[in-house]
C-alpha cells in the first residue's frame, strides 16, 4: 500500500507555482493570461483549448507546459481529415492479433502520455473525437476488450475556429478552459523582435506526482462560501436566460477549479475574486467571455441593495417628500376660526386684461407641521444614512480584500483587477453623493415651519416607487 504523501507547505507551494510561472512565461510576449490558466487547469486535472491562429506561439505554450510536471510523458501530434487512430493511439499488435487479440501499442502514444497537445484538434474524423472523449473525461482507454488507465494530467487542443456539429460540440465541452490566443498588439510587437531565440532559463523544481496528490487534498478541503455558490446561481439564471447552455457538469468542474485555485494560494477558502475565471470556463466565445467579464467587474464585490440606482431611487423619495411638504399649503384661519383673507397683488397672472393688476384675496398660508412629524421625518433620513455609510464600509472593504488578494494572487489577471477596482471606487463615489443628499433632504424635513401645538401625527413612511 503506498504511503500517504506528505503535505506540501502553503509557502512553498505558492513560491515554487508563482516560479515555475516566471520559467513558463519567460520570452512568450502577451501570453501570461492564457499560461496561467492553462497550467491552473491542468493543476486541476483539467483540459485547456487555444483557439487563434497559426504562429501565435500555441504548441510552445504546451511543450513549456509539460516541463512544470516532474517525468511527465508530452505527446504531440497534428490532425487532419486524413489521421488515422495509429497516429494517436498506437499501432495495432501483431502478436495479439496472431491471438485473436484486437489491441495497440500504446507505449509512446497518447494513452501513455501525461502532458498532450494536439493541434487542429476538430480536423480529424468523428471516430477519433469519438475515443478521445472518453480518454479526456474518464482518463481510460479502450484497448481490445479491456479498458487501460492512462495517466494523462492535461491535453492542450488548438483550434482556428470551433465547428458547429454535434460530434465537436461533444468534444468542445471536455475542454474547461477555451483561451482565445491572437497576434502580439502593436505595443508588443517591438518586445517580440527583440527576443532571445535561446531556451528560457531554468525554473523551480518541477511537481512531482506526490505534489499533485497533496494539493488535491488541500483542495478538497476548501470550502465553497454561501456568496461565492449565489453568485455562480446568479450567473448561471443569466446564461439560462440568454439560452446560453453550461453543463452540470462544467459548473461542477468550475467549482472544483476555483478549490484548486484557493489551494495553490494556501487559502482555505474560495474567494469571491476566484471568479475572474469564470469567463474562459463557461462561455464557448470571445464576445460571451467579454460579457461575463464586463458581468462580473460590475458585480463582484457588491452586497445586494448597494447598487446606486436602487439608492438613488430612495433618495429621490426623501427628496420629493421633502419638497411636497415645503410645498404644502393650508386653509388659514383667525382666533375666532373664520378663514383670514390677506390681500396680495396677484403673481403668475399675466392675459390681455389686465388681470395681473387685479387685487386678489388669499385665504392659504404655508402648511406648519408639528415637533413629532419633523422628527419622525429625521429619523427616516437618519435609518437611510447609517445604510448608506454600511454600503460605503462594505465597498471600502471590498477594495481592501481585492487589493490584498491581488498581492498575494499567482493567478490573478491584473487587467481584471484594475476595472474591478475602479468599478468600485465609481460606486463609492456615487454612494457618497447620494450620502449627501440624503442630508440635504434632513436639512429640509428640519427647516419646516413648526406648528405652535402638536398634534402628535406620525407620518407614514415615505415609500419608493417601484423601479
Known amino acids: 500500500m503506498n504511503a500517504v504523501p506528505p503535505a506540501i507547505p502553503q509557502r512553498e507551494l505558492r513560491q515554487r507555482l508563482a516560479a515555475l510561472l516566471g520559467h513558463l512565461e519567460a520570452g512568450l510576449v502577451e ?9 491552473l487547469a491542468a493543476l486541476a486535472g483539467e483540459h485547456s483549448l487555444l483557439v487563434g491562429p497559426p504562429g501565435t506561439a500555441k504548441s510552445e505554450l504546451a511543450r513549456r507546459l509539460h516541463l512544470a510536471f516532474g517525468g511527465a510523458r508530452y505527446f504531440e501530434r497534428l490532425l487532419t481529415r486524413f489521421t488515422v487512430p495509429e497516429e494517436l493511439f498506437g499501432p495495432l499488435s501483431i502478436s495479439a492479433l496472431e491471438q485473436d487479440r484486437y489491441e495497440r501499442i500504446t507505449t509512446g502514444f497518447l494513452p501513455q502520455a501525461t502532458i498532450a497537445f494536439i493541434d487542429e484538434v476538430f480536423k480529424a474524423n468523428s471516430a477519433i473525437l469519438n475515443a478521445l472523449l472518453t480518454l479526456l473525461n474518464e482518463r481510460e ?22 465547428p458547429a456539429d454535434e460530434v465537436a460540440e461533444a468534444f468542445f465541452d471536455r475542454f474547461l478552459m477555451r483561451l482565445p490566443v491572437g497576434p502580439v498588439s502593436c505595443a508588443g510587437f517591438l518586445e517580440l523582435l527583440a527576443l532571445d531565440c535561446a531556451a528560457p532559463p531554468a525554473g523551480a523544481r518541477p511537481l512531482d506526482e506526490a505534489d499533485l496528490v497533496a494539493l488535491q487534498a488541500a483542495a478538497a478541503a476548501v470550502r465553497l462560501p454561501a456568496q461565492v455558490a449565489d453568485l455562480l446561481a446568479e450567473l448561471r439564471a443569466l446564461l439560462a436566460g ?36 469564470l469567463p474562459w470556463c463557461v462561455a464557448p466565445s470571445i464576445e460571451r467571455q467579454a460579457g461575463i467579464a464586463a458581468w462580473l467587474t460590475a458585480r463582484l464585490g457588491l452586497e445586494p441593495g448597494m447598487a446606486p440606482p436602487l439608492l438613488s431611487r430612495v433618495v429621490e423619495a426623501f427628496e420629493a417628500q421633502a419638497a411636497l411638504e415645503q410645498q404644502a399649503e393650508d386653509l388659514d384661519y383667525d382666533e375666532n376660526g373664520r378663514l383670514r383673507f390677506s390681500a396680495d397683488l396677484a403673481s403668475g397672472v399675466n392675459d390681455a386684461k389686465g388681470a395681473s393688476q387685479a387685487v386678489r384675496m388669499s385665504y392659504r398660508r404655508q402648511r406648519r407641521y408639528g415637533e413629532i412629524h419633523i422628527l419622525a421625518r429625521v429619523r427616516q433620513v437618519d435609518e437611510l444614512v447609517e445604510r ?14 481585492l487589493a490584498a488578494y491581488t498581492g498575494q494572487a499567482i493567478w490573478m489577471d491584473h487587467e481584471f483587477a484594475a476595472p474591478a477596482d475602479a468599478n468600485l471606487a465609481a460606486t463609492g463615489h456615487a454612494i457618497e453623493a447620494l450620502r449627501v443628499r440624503a442630508l440635504a433632504a434632513r436639512e429640509a424635513f428640519l427647516a419646516l415651519p413648526r406648528r405652535e401645538v402638536d398634534p402628535g401625527t406620525v407620518p407614514e413612511p415615505v415609500t419608493v416607487a417601484p423601479a
Open 388 to 401: 448608506i455609510a454600511g454600503y460605503a464600509d462594505a465597498i471600502a472593504a471590498s477594495r481592501a480584500g
Open 242 to 277: 440568454e439560452q446560453a447552455y453550461v453543463s452540470d457538469r462544467r459548473w461542477v468542474k468550475v467549482a472544483w477549479l476555483l478549490k484548486v485555485a484557493a489551494a495553490s494560494e494556501g487559502r482555505d477558502a474560495v474567494a469571491v475574486w476566484d471568479l475572474w475565471l
Open 31 to 39: 501570453r501570461g493570461r492564457v499560461v496561467r490558466l492553462a497550467f
Open 141 to 162: 482507454f479502450d484497448n481490445g476488450a479491456g479498458r487501460e488507465r492512462c495517466p494523462l494530467v492535461s491535453v492542450i487542443g488548438a483550434t482556428n475556429e470551433v
